[in-house]
């Protein structure tokens, strides 16, 4: 499992290099995707925590690269935070609330801050610079 979570984490970093944010964005989803399936299968929960490790870095280095191009922020960083949040959530329903802190802290880490609500969340680019 942390053999491909490192190939897809080379996918997003040429996605991220090459401005192709699909490339980016699904090597993301991918990762996630691995890393539930990991999670299901009951593999080993070292290998988990470093492919967590690395879909946060990810989200981190996404996060640097978007505000050093702020053109069009929020409908660039839509793919990415939609996902994430809907992770989160899954997080919360299953009562992992540190899983759902780390992307919370995450996201603020990228400039997004989370609101929870009753009818879900809402999210929003705290950089007003941006």
């Given at each position: 499992m942390l053999s491909r979570a490192s190939d897809?984490?080379?996918?997003?970093?040429k996605g991220l290099a090459s401005q192709d944010q699909k490339i980016a964005t699904?090597?993301?989803l991918a990762l996630d995707n691995t890393i539930w399936k990991a999670q299901r299968d009951l593999e080993d929960a070292e290998s988990i925590s470093q492919a967590r490790e690395i879909l946060r870095e990810s989200i981190v280095l996404l996060g640097a690269e978007l505000g050093s191009s702020p053109h069009r922020l929020r409908e660039y960083l839509v793919p990415l935070v939609e996902p994430m949040l809907q992770l989160r959530a899954e997080f919360r329903k299953k009562q992992q609330w540190s899983d759902a802190?780390?992307?919370?802290?995450?996201?603020?880490?990228?400039?997004?801050?989370?609101?929870?609500a009753e009818d879900g969340f809402r999210w929003r680019i705290i950089d007003e610079n941006l």
């Amino acid at each position: 499992m942390l053999s491909r979570a490192s190939d897809i984490e080379t996918s997003f970093r040429k996605g991220l290099a090459s401005q192709d944010q699909k490339i980016a964005t699904n090597a993301l989803l991918a990762l996630d995707n691995t890393i539930w399936k990991a999670q299901r299968d009951l593999e080993d929960a070292e290998s988990i925590s470093q492919a967590r490790e690395i879909l946060r870095e990810s989200i981190v280095l996404l996060g640097a690269e978007l505000g050093s191009s702020p053109h069009r922020l929020r409908e660039y960083l839509v793919p990415l935070v939609e996902p994430m949040l809907q992770l989160r959530a899954e997080f919360r329903k299953k009562q992992q609330w540190s899983d759902a802190d780390s992307i919370r802290k995450i996201l603020l880490q990228a400039n997004i801050r989370v609101e929870d609500a009753e009818d879900g969340f809402r999210w929003r680019i705290i950089d007003e610079n941006l």
